[in-house]
T-cell receptor, first 112, second 114 residues
Framework: DQQVKQNSPSLSVQEGRISILNCDYT??????FLWYKKYPAEGPTFLIS?????DKNEDGRFTVFLNKSAKHLSLHIVPSQPGDSAVYFC???????????FGKGTSLLVTP | KAGVTQTPRYLIKTRGQQVTLSCSPI?????VSWYQQTPGQGLQFLFE???????NKGNFPGRFSGRQFSNSRSEMNVSTLELGDSALYLC?????????????FGNGTRLTVT
């Protein structure tokens, strides 16, 4: 049962524009959310996280927004760069948990 | 600091065999987690160890097992391999585990079962 869903398998964006990656979750016990980026032949790399006590967290070009009532989060990348082309995974866990529940990923392609 | 090291990178096994995968965490990290990545299911949690104790286990059959040594290095074992076990197995470490310590992943071991 997929508790974290990324409904867009792929996304293509022009360099310099905004990339918006979306994620929905079903488990109301989740209160910690993360985004990971994965290049081919490498393991996922931690990008940014957000706790359920916040609705926004920024780190440079990356911003994560959390809408608890809609059980929805999104990752904004501004401006997008070709090096951002990768698969992005959304993950969630309960605050006391040690296991992350991952979405199936969204493949982002940033074109020059 | 060296990253998470997984060996071997690639492995080909036959149905019915068993396999052992190894993971060396980042120095100082005491929590090691294992995940299975397949095209159909994405990344799925297998188990998590801290100070040689399994703290959490995912929904996988008993053929999947693991252990952690006193130096925090970890191994996972899959017995009686099935074709469906073909996957990328990812190990991740963190300082304490839990939500205050983001996971640092290795590059994985690609297991192919024929």
């Amino acid at each position: 049962d997929q508790q974290v869903k990324q409904n867009s398998p792929s996304l293509s964006v022009q360099e310099g524009r905004i990339s918006i990656l979306n994620c929905d979750y079903t488990n109301s016990m989740f209160d910690y959310f993360l985004w990971y980026k994965k290049y081919p032949a490498e393991g996922p790399t931690f990008l940014i996280s957000i706790s359920s006590i916040k609705d926004k967290n920024e780190d440079g070009r990356f911003t994560v927004f959390l809408n608890k009532s809609a059980k929805h989060l999104s990752l904004h990348i501004v401006p997008s760069q070709p090096g951002d082309s990768a698969v992005y995974f959304c993950a969630a866990s309960p605050n006391s948990g040690y296991a992350l529940n991952f979405g199936k990923g969204t493949s982002l392609l940033v074109t020059p | 600091k060296a990253g998470v090291t997984q060996t071997p990178r690639y492995l080909i096994k036959t149905r019915g065999q068993q396999v052992t995968l190894s993971c060396s965490p980042i120095s100082g990290h005491r929590s090691v987690s294992w995940y299975q990545q397949t095209p159909g299911q994405g990344l799925q949690f297998l188990f998590e160890y801290f100070s040689e104790t399994q703290r959490n286990k995912g929904n996988f059959p008993g053929r999947f097992s693991g252990r952690q040594f006193s130096n925090s290095r970890s191994e996972m074992n899959v017995s009686t391999l099935e074709l469906g076990d073909s996957a990328l197995y990812l190990c991740a470490s963190s300082y304490l585990g839990g939500t205050n310590s983001p996971l640092h992943f290795g590059n994985g071991t690609r297991l192919t079962v024929t």
